[in-house]
């Protein structure tokens, strides 16, 4: 079982430069989500998606944008890197339910110079 | 606005010891769910535990229970026979029971250290 397949793992980039970073589930996920994780904070949402086509603002969206072209898929772009989003990136999905957790891909070490 | 608040950064306990992570939140919900998630080095999300608010009882899985006291908002998180493989970032997190999309509302965390 794959579950949350993240890619890619680490990057760096330099300040200006975009990148997209993939979210890819094999459970069948109605909800997705991507996090970023900072030193001495809890996960913050940036955006999430209740289904294929849609997309919504979570807690921090800006300087990010996001896609769901297909329900297993969840894109995370930055279209222009700052040194303020280097951070840790969590993707993680759900099925409907409240008692359902999330669950997590391995994250994304992403660096900006 | 819901939040949550874990008030210890960092804790270290021997190996086979017992400890109890502190948890309160802060909502005018009356029902929701809290879950307790272990993040180890490997940097993976991992549920512990999860807690529905509407049952009294505590939920338990094996080493791990929870102390779930709904009028004061705290859920704890009590590890019994602790192991090396215990230590880890621990996050308590809350979720509203309707009209949430399901987002999870995350503190700050907690890292444990168990001693060999």
């Known amino acids: 079982n794959a579950g949350v397949t993240q890619t890619p793992k680490f990057r760096v980039l330099k300040t200006g430069q975009s990148m997209t970073l993939l979210c890819a589930q094999d459970m069948n996920h109605e909800y997705m989500y991507w996090y970023r994780q900072d030193p001495g904070m809890g996960l913050r949402l940036i955006h999430y998606s209740v289904g294929e086509g849609t997309t919504a603002k979570g807690e921090v969206p800006d300087g990010y944008n996001v896609s769901r072209l297909k329900k297993q898929n969840f894109l995370l772009g930055l279209e222009s890197a700052a040194p303020s989003q280097t951070s840790v990136y969590f993707c993680?999905?759900?099925?409907?339910?409240?008692?359902?957790?999330?669950?997590f891909g391995d994250g994304t070490r992403l660096s900006i110079l | 606005a819901q939040t949550v608040t874990q008030s210890q950064p960092e804790m270290s306990v021997q190996e086979a010891e017992t400890v109890t992570l502190s948890c309160t939140y802060d909502?005018?919900?009356?029902?929701?769910?809290l879950f307790w998630y272990k993040q180890p080095p490997s940097r993976q999300m991992i549920l512990v535990i999860r807690q529905e608010a509407y049952k009294q009882q505590n939920a338990t899985e094996n080493r791990f229970s929870v102390n779930f006291q709904k009028a004061a908002k705290s859920f704890s998180l009590k590890i019994s026979d602790s192991q090396l493989g215990d230590t880890a970032m621990y996050f308590c997190?809350?979720?509203?029971?309707?009209?949430?999309?399901?987002?999870?509302?995350w503190g700050a965390g907690t890292k444990l250290i168990i001693k060999p």
């Open positions: 909502t005018s919900e009356n029902n929701y769910y």
């Open positions: 993680a999905s759900t099925m409907t339910g409240s008692n359902q957790p999330q669950h």
């Open positions: 997190a809350f979720m509203k029971h309707r009209n949430s999309n399901y987002q999870l509302i």
